[in-house]
């Protein structure tokens, strides 16, 4: 598989990518905008963040001085910090976002990052009309994680492990490509269409409803 090429990566305070493809998609960023819990771990890690993005609480002294031109405070505490990168990204119009470093570590960090995976793109849909459409990823040291909020196609290779999770109750799936037959299954728990591989170089998801979160392995 090879890395997404964005023009926009976040990278949230989760576990640092230490895959090839993660950090081969944070080298190709034509922008990178950081967490600010995660500056600390981009810069040992040999990176530069074009911006610091957060409520700047997890900054040291010395990160606070080093940046204190790509600081973006945003004190409110209803969303977390990558929420409040991905919402920057989006007021600047940078609709084609990757993100990493937001599994690891905590684990009701990493659910909560995968929940607001899913608001991400339906926001970027809303503007499909007037920008061209939009995309985002989230990149883990194992695989992608893909918010599918329509029907659509993956790229794939035999014997990729797949897993889906339906967002929402009740959402029915049909799968082609996959080596276990979905006719129109309906998910009522998120384990239901989990653990799955592809048989080919591409699979399709068609239903109604969702959103889904679709998990490709590397």
């Known amino acids: 598989m090879n890395p997404p090429r964005s023009k926009c990566v976040i990278v949230a305070n989760g576990m640092f990518p230490s895959h090839p493809l993660p950090l081969a998609a944070l080298r190709a960023a034509r922008r990178v905008v950081c967490c600010d819990g995660a500056a600390e771990k981009l810069a040992a890690a040999g990176f530069e963040p074009d911006w610091v993005v957060g409520d700047l609480d997890s900054l040291s002294d010395a990160s606070r001085a080093r940046y204190r031109d790509r600081l973006v405070a945003v004190p409110e505490q209803t969303s977390n910090d990558l929420a409040k990168a991905f919402r920057f990204c989006f007021e600047q119009g940078w609709h084609d976002v990757v993100i990493v470093g937001a599994t ?3 684990e009701d960090h990493t659910l909560g990052n995968l ?4 608001d991400f793109a339906q926001a970027l849909h809303a503007l499909d009309s007037a920008h061209g459409g939009g995309r985002v990823v989230l990149l883990t040291d ?11 196609e993956f790229r794939s290779h035999a014997g990729q492990q797949v897993s889906i999770f339906a967002c929402e109750p009740g959402v029915q799936v049909y799968a082609e490509g996959l080596k276990y037959a979905l006719e129109g299954v309906s998910f009522t728990r998120w384990w239901q269409a989990t653990l799955n591989a592809s048989l080919g170089e591409a699979f399709k998801l068609v239903f109604e409803g969702g959103p889904l979160l679709v998990f490709q392995t590397y």
């Open 104 to 106: 690891g570590l905590r």
């Open 115 to 118: 929940a607001w995976l899913v």
């Open 142 to 152: 194992t695989g992608i994680f893909t918010p599918a909020l329509a029907s659509m």
